[in-house]
């Protein structure tokens, strides 16, 4: 979301009641994901968005949802050469060799972490707490694609750091009813 001008309260001053950023904020950003495809969905999107605009990739989300099989983690995974040649042409989505390269790979990395600790939600918590610093030192090393906003973005969107909400945001308090990640470390 760095790419979007926000307010002194950032998003939780522009979505509510916007057509796109509205739903994602109320039911979807922050909370705590558990779900591996989600989890993939939004490691996809953060990546994508990078450079650009969150509500691009709201307005996008279908196609990549199309395009990337819904998140099939098992079968992005094995993409090869034309796989990522026609993604390269699919105006449903960002077409940056680059981005699309990382997801592959990252997709492939995620079926590795899922299968020796059980899911990909599982080794993220097994990392668990970590500052963002931290966080970012380990995801580098681990995925492609990787700078300190896109881990930033995407651990706030998941519930592993804080910051997605203002305290006085009504969200703030659903989530926090939720006890995510992060706010477990704080105990």
Known sequence: ??????PPDGYCAIA???EWHGPYHDSEYGFPVSDDRVLFERLVLEINQAGL???LMLKRREGFRAAFLDYDIDR???FGPE????????ARIIRNRLKI???V???GVVRDLAREHGSFAAWLDRQHPLDLASWTKLMRKTFKFMGPEVVNEFLMS????PGAHHRACPVHAEIAALSPPWMRAKR
């Open 1 to 6: 979301m760095a790419a979007d001008p926000l």
């Open 16 to 18: 509510p009641g916007h």
């Open 53 to 55: 605009s969150w509500l």
């Open 76 to 78: 992005i995974a094995v």
């Open 83 to 90: 796989d990522e040649a026609r993604l390269r042409e699919d």
């Open 101 to 103: 390269a990382a997801v």
């Open 105 to 107: 790979h990252n997709a």
């Open 158 to 161: 998941t519930g592993y750091l």
